[in-house]
């Protein structure tokens, strides 16, 4: 148990619509990052929050988009679904100092688009 | 460019040590990661190496070359429980982008 909950667990949409994921990171974990893992591969960062703001960004268009509140929790929004969305996405908190990058990976949720 | 290469799959014994060797090419490179991931299930630590040198985790140790854009995950004494993927990770410099391989599944045998 790393202390970092996804929900939901399972989600199926349609192409063309859009998706919120969200993620309750460890307390006092300032960071949170978003990964996508297709099938057989590695997870493909996605991209960084830092105290509510993007902190940096993987090789993904604009319509993936997300959010860091205050409570630690955060959101990953995809807007018009494609089926090459299908995968499963990861959220994975730090406490985002020097000291320490180590992150505490969530169960993840597994998308599928249909 | 940013790439990282570590073989797609490995085969040991149980009771046996195995070598998992990784490749990286990034621009601005902070540190190594090394994750266990079993199937259907999130990534979990394994180590991170920042310094050049071998650095030991009971049964697991993780080694860096920096000039050589090199690492690898040493599994010593292997259980039926090590089979699973392991990944491999690179951090870039300021810290915020993490780059993995595409994983190396090791299937441990009796």
């Known amino acids: 148990e790393t202390g970092v909950t996804q929900s939901p667990t399972h989600l199926i949409k349609t192409r063309g619509q859009q998706v919120t994921l969200r993620c309750s990171s460890q307390s006092g974990h300032n960071t949170v990052s978003w990964y996508q893992q297709a099938l057989g591969q590695g997870p493909q960062f996605i991209f960084q929050y830092y105290r509510e703001e993007e902190n940096g960004r993987g090789n993904f268009p604009p319509r993936f988009s997300g959010l860091q509140f205050p409570n630690y929790s955060s959101e990953l929004n995809v807007n018009a679904l494609e089926l090459d969305d299908s995968a499963l996405y990861l959220c994975?908190?730090?406490?985002?100092?020097?000291?320490?990058?180590?992150?505490?990976f969530g169960p993840g949720t597994r998308l599928t688009v249909t | 460019g940013q790439n990282i290469d570590q073989p797609t799959e490995m085969t040991a014994t149980e009771g046996a040590i195995v070598q998992i060797n990784c490749t990286y090419q990034t621009s601005g490179f902070n540190g190594l990661f090394w994750y266990q991931q079993h199937a259907g299930e999130a990534p979990t630590f394994l180590s991170y190496?920042?310094?050049?040198g071998l650095e030991e985790k009971g049964r697991f140790s993780s080694f860096l070359s920096r000039s050589k854009g090199y690492s690898y995950l040493l599994l010593k004494e292997l259980q039926m429980k090590d089979s699973a993927s392991y990944l491999c990770a690179a951090l870039n410099t300021g810290g915020f982008k993490t780059i993995f391989g595409a994983g190396t599944r090791l299937f441990v045998k009796a």
């Open positions: 190496n920042v310094l050049d």
């Open positions: 994975a908190s730090s406490p985002g100092t020097s000291a320490s990058y180590e992150q505490y």
